[in-house]
C-alpha cells in the first residue's frame, strides 16, 4: 500500500481505500457527522495509503482532505494526482487552523474527533480553534472497520509472513552455539530487511535458557548455549505486520520443556481449530485455557490467548477472558499464542496467525512446529556468523 518517491499511487490501494471510505461514509451517517478528523496515523493509511507524522485527515462522504507541512509536500505529490483526496498543506504545529479553514470552506457544522487518539492538549486547542459545539467525540469508528480486513490487507499480510519465515531459516542457518541473543536477533532483522521489510514489527525477542520465562523479555549480552530458544519476532511490509513465536531446542529440548512443549502445542491446536465465525473471543481463549489448566499450567499462562493483527501489532479484538461480547467475523486476523512459563526452568510460546473464514479459520502461518522440528542444530563454532 505505500507510494514511495514520485510513483502514483496504484489502483489497488485507491481501491481499497475508497471501499473503506464508503464503509466509514455509512457510519458516520448513523453518527448525523457533517465530517470526520482523522488524527491518528495508521487510520490515515488505513483510508488513504499516505503516512506522515503529525498530518490530518477531513472526511466527509466521498470527498477527503489531507492537511499537512511543508515537510510532505514532494512526498504528496502523488496524491494530488489520486482521486483519494485534495492536499491541503498547511504549518506545522498550526494545522488546527487549515482544518479550521477547509471545514469553514466545506461547510462542516458536526465534525467528529477521535477522542481516543486526541491529546487533551490537543482536544482543547481544537475546541478554541473550531468552536466546542461543532466537536463530537467518537471512539474506534475505523478501528471497528480496521477489525476485519479486506483482501489487501490480506494479501499484505501474507507478505510480511513469508518474508519473516525465509528470515528466520536464514538466520537459524547461522546460529553458532556462543553466538549472544542481539547477534542472532541483528542477523534476523537484518534477513527481513533484506527481503523487502521496513523492519521488524516490534522490537525482536531471543529469549536463551530459562530468560525464556520472562514473557516479555528483552533481548541481551547472554551467549545462547544448548537448551531453551524462545523467539517472538514479526515484519513490517506496506506498513503490516505479521507476528510468530516459536520455541526451540538448541541441540535437545530439556526434558521439562518438552513436556509443556506438549502441552502448549495441544492447547494451541485445538483453540485454532475452534475459530470460526459467531464464536466470542472468550470462548476462544477458554478452550486453551482449559487445556493448560488441566495440565496443572493455568497459573503459568499468564497472559490472553492473542489479539487482532494489521497495521498495528496489537489491535482489537483480543482472545482474552474479558472479551465475552466481543464476536469473531470473517476478515479477522487473530494470533493464537498459547504459552507456559516456569521461572528458572524456561517459557515456551507458540504463536500462529489465523485468518478468520466464513466457515472456519485459515492459518496463514506455516513455519514447522512439530516437536521433532523444535530441535535445531546450530553451527560448532562459536562467535557471531560474518
Known amino acids: 500500500m505505500s507510494t514511495p518517491g514520485h510513483e502514483p499511487v496504484s489502483a489497488a490501494t485507491i481501491a481499497a481505500c475508497s471501499a473503506r471510505r ?18 491518528n496515523a495508521k487510520d490515515i493509511r488505513y483510508l488513504t ?28 505529490e502523488p496524491w494530488r494526482q489520486s482521486p ?39 482536544r482543547a486547542t481544537l475546541g478554541e480553534v473550531l468552536g466546542e459545539s461543532s ?15 479486506d483482501d489487501l490487507e490480506i494479501e499484505t499480510i501474507q507478505r510480511a509472513i513469508a518474508i519473516q519465515q525465509e528470515a528466520l531459516d536464514e538466520a537459524l542457518g547461522r546460529l553458532s552455539m556462543g553466538m549472544t541473543e542481539l547477534e542472532l536477533t541483528a542477523v534476523l532483522e537484518y534477513e527481513m530487511k ?6 521488524p514489527s516490534f522490537p525482536t525477542m531471543v529469549a536463551a535458557g530459562a530468560r525464556s520465562s520472562i514473557i516479555h523479555y528483552v533481548s541481551g549480552p547472554p551467549e545462547i548455549q544448548e537448551g531453551t530458544l524462545l523467539i517472538d519476532w514479526g515484519a513490517v511490509v506496506d506498513g503490516y505486520c505479521s507476528d510468530m513465536t516459536r520455541t526451540f531446542g538448541v541441540g535437545r529440548l530439556p526434558q521439562k520443556v518438552r513436556e509443556i512443549y506438549l ?13 470460526r465465525p459467531g464464536k466470542t473471543c472468550a470462548e476462544i481463549d ?8 488441566a495440565a496443572g499450567y493455568g497459573e503459568q499462562f499468564g497472559h490472553g490467548l492473542g489479539h487482532g493483527l494489521g497495521l498495528d501489532i496489537h489491535e482489537d479484538p483480543y482472545f482474552n ?41 485459515r492459518v496463514l502461518t506455516d513455519y514447522p512446529k512439530d516437536p521433532a522440528a523444535s530441535v535445531i542444530e546450530p553451527a560448532v563454532a562459536s562467535g557471531p556468523a560474518r
Open 22 to 39: 464508503h464503509r466509514l461514509g455509512e457510519v458516520m451517517a448513523g453518527r448525523q457527522l457533517d465530517a470526520l478528523l482523522v488524527s
Open 49 to 76: 495509503g499516505f503516512i506522515g507524522d503529525d498530518s490530518l485527515l477531513v472526511v466527509s462522504g466521498d470527498v477527503a482532505a489531507i492537511i499537512s507541512d511543508a515537510r510532505y509536500d514532494e512526498f504528496l
Open 84 to 122: 483519494l483526496a485534495e492536499v491541503v498543506m498547511g504549518t506545522r504545529h498550526r494545522l488546527e487552523q487549515s482544518v479550521q479553514q477547509y471545514c469553514r470552506r466545506s461547510g462542516v457544522k458536526r465534525l467528529g474527533v477521535q477522542a481516543e487518539h486526541l491529546t487533551v492538549t490537543k
Open 135 to 149: 466537536l463530537v467525540d467518537t471512539e474506534v469508528l475505523i478501528g471497528r472497520l480496521r477489525m476485519r480486513k
Open 194 to 199: 533484506a527481503r523487502g521489510a521496513t523492519g
Open 263 to 275: 502441552i502448549v502445542l495441544d492447547a494451541q491446536r485445538a483453540a485454532i481449530d475452534a475459530c
Open 286 to 293: 477458554a478452550v486453551a485455557r482449559r487445556l493448560i489448566d
Open 321 to 361: 477472558q474479558l472479551a465475552t461480547d466481543v464476536v469473531l467475523e470473517p476478515g479477522m486476523v487473530m494470533t493464537v499464542e498459547p504459552g507456559i512459563y516456569v521461572p528458572g526452568v524456561g517459557g515456551v510460546r507458540i504463536e500462529d496467525d489465523v485468518l478468520i473464514t466464513d466457515d472456519g479459520c
